[in-house]
């Protein structure tokens, strides 16, 4: 068990919809991630937030957007969902920025149909 | 650009074989931090080992050695007597050394291991 939490584990929706997917990371971890994996493009990073301010970004569409809350907690946010959304999105968390030692939830699977 | 290659899909192995998963790097970067990950059955992702660039050193790990050539832009991952508990799937991962924040993963190496 890393520590971290995510919720929904699995979520089965349709085309067009929008859904938040949840992150708590690891007590005192003020650094959180997120990553897609897909078949066709394997594990991409996506957005990272250190203590509530976006740090990094990466290979993350317009129509997905994240935040962080005061207690850290961070929610993924995905709308007008497509086909190729369908994936395990991973929270992960990270005591400090730049360690790359990260604690990966076991992540949330998402269907679009 | 950077890019990790994992060339072999997957591999199987009976238990107590030796097996060497492959990694092959790609960047710009003159320093740069290596990672190794181990998605298990389970799903979630597990930290093995992080390497820097400056530093070329094996590492050994009980049954677990890692052998970083900067020269060939590798950093192989060897399982030692292998156990059925080892199956899974292992990344390899890629980071600038500045910004260690955002990973850069291969495709990943799937390892059965049979009884």
């Known amino acids: 068990d890393s520590g971290v939490t995510q919720t929904p584990k699995h979520l089965i929706t349709a085309t067009g919809q929008r859904v938040t997917l949840r992150c708590s990371p690891r007590?005192?971890?003020?650094?959180v991630y997120w990553y897609q994996q897909s078949l066709d493009q394997g594990l991409q990073f996506l957005i990272q937030?250190?203590?509530?301010?976006?740090?990094a970004k990466g290979n993350i569409l317009e129509r997905f957007s994240a935040q962080q809350f005061p207690d850290l907690h961070s929610e993924l946010n995905l709308s007008s969902l497509e086909l190729g959304d369908s994936a395990l999105y991973f929270c992960?968390?990270?005591?400090?920025?730049?360690?790359?030692?990260?604690?990966f939830g076991e992540g949330s699977r998402l269907t679009v149909l | 650009a950077q890019k990790v290659t994992q060339a072999q899909t997957e591999i199987s192995v009976v238990e107590k074989e030796d097996v060497t998963l492959d990694c092959v790097y790609e960047?710009?970067?003159?320093?740069?931090?290596l990672f190794w990950y181990k998605q298990p059955p389970s799903g979630e992702l597990v930290f093995l080992i992080r390497?820097?660039?400056?530093?070329?050193q094996n590492e050994i790990s009980g049954r677990y050695s890692w052998n970083f050539q900067k020269s060939t832009s590798s950093f192989n991952f060897t399982i030692t007597a292998s156990q059925v508990v080892d199956s899974a799937v292992y990344f390899c991962?890629?980071?600038?050394?500045?910004?260690?924040?955002?990973?850069?993963f291969g495709t990943g190496t799937r390892l059965q291991v049979f009884p």
């Open positions: 007590s005192g971890d003020l650094s």
């Open positions: 937030y250190y203590n509530g301010e976006e740090r």
């Open positions: 960047t710009r970067d003159t320093t740069y931090y």
């Open positions: 390497r820097n660039s400056f530093d070329e």
């Open positions: 992960a968390s990270s005591v400090t920025r730049g360690t790359g030692e990260l604690f």
């Open positions: 991962a890629l980071s600038a050394y500045i910004n260690t924040d955002k990973l850069i």
